[in-house]
Every structure is written in structure tokens, then in C-alpha cells.
């Protein structure tokens, strides 16, 4: 009976001193767009385009063919993200009329900040569109 104390002992103070700290697998940053659609606002007319996203450069560009300019008034959309779960895009896209014109200076009249609300680690991209040549 003695023996079975110290042993119970021994056995307690081994598994107290393998434990280590928990590590959180799902803490990461990752602040990036992964794709942005712009959607026409016309009644008569709904379309969808993807846009061409720029990582390095932080810029997302929307060129809309020659031949399906009438689908998209670019001063009139709405867009769509998708980023990772525990990120946030401000200012928020849901349900607003977007302006995806260059302003009269040249520059994107619309800068997006992505946040991770894990880490507070920020990513900033420059959104525009064009109706292309061809």
C-alpha cells in the first residue's frame, strides 16, 4: 500500500511535467482577396465580371469587353469578395452602389483595407475598372 502512493506519485509528477502550452492551429494572417466579382445594377440587365487581382501591386481591376459595355454602368455596381474566414474588408461592400471610375486626377476612387481579426495584421488594394478597347 505503501508502494502504490509513491507510485501514484511518480506517475502524477511525469504526466504535470510532459505538458507544453497549446498551440492554436487556426491563428493566421492571411489579409488577401482572393477574388472580386463586380455586379451590373441595371433592371433590365444582370451580369456578373471577375476581376484581375494583383497581389504584389495591391490593385483589383475590373475591364469590361468592348461588346458588353451596355451590362455595366461603372459608376453604378456592386461588389462581391472573397477573403479568409476570420478577415474583414472595410469599408464594407454589402449592400452599396459602387463607383469603379478613376477620378478626374487618375486615381481609383476606392481603397479596400483588409484586416485579420486574429492578428490586426492590414492589406490595403486600389479597386477600379475600364471598358476595354477590343
Known amino acids: 500500500m505503501k508502494y502504490l502512493k509513491y507510485i501514484a506519485a511518480a506517475l502524477l509528477l511525469i504526466g504535470l511535467s510532459s505538458c507544453k502550452k497549446a498551440v492554436n492551429p487556426f491563428v493566421h494572417d492571411d489579409v488577401t482577396i482572393t477574388s472580386m466579382v463586380m455586379l451590373s445594377t441595371g433592371f433590365d440587365i444582370q ?24 451590362k455595366y454602368d461603372l459608376t453604378k455596381v456592386k461588389l462581391m469578395a472573397t ?13 452599396t452602389i459602387w463607383d469603379v471610375t478613376k477620378d478626374d486626377d487618375g486615381n481609383p476612387r476606392i481603397t479596400l483595407t483588409v484586416t485579420s481579426a486574429q492578428t490586426g495584421s492590414t492589406k490595403q488594394y486600389q479597386v477600379w475598372g475600364y471598358v476595354s478597347s477590343k
Do not use: C, M, N
Request: negative net charge; hydrophobic residues 50%.
Open 47 to 70: 451580369s456578373s465580371l471577375e476581376a484581375t487581382i494583383d497581389q504584389e501591386a495591391g490593385t483589383i481591376v475590373f475591364v469590361v469587353p468592348r461588346a458588353e459595355r451596355a
Open 83 to 95: 477573403v479568409w474566414f476570420d478577415a474583414i474588408i472595410s469599408p464594407k461592400l454589402s449592400d
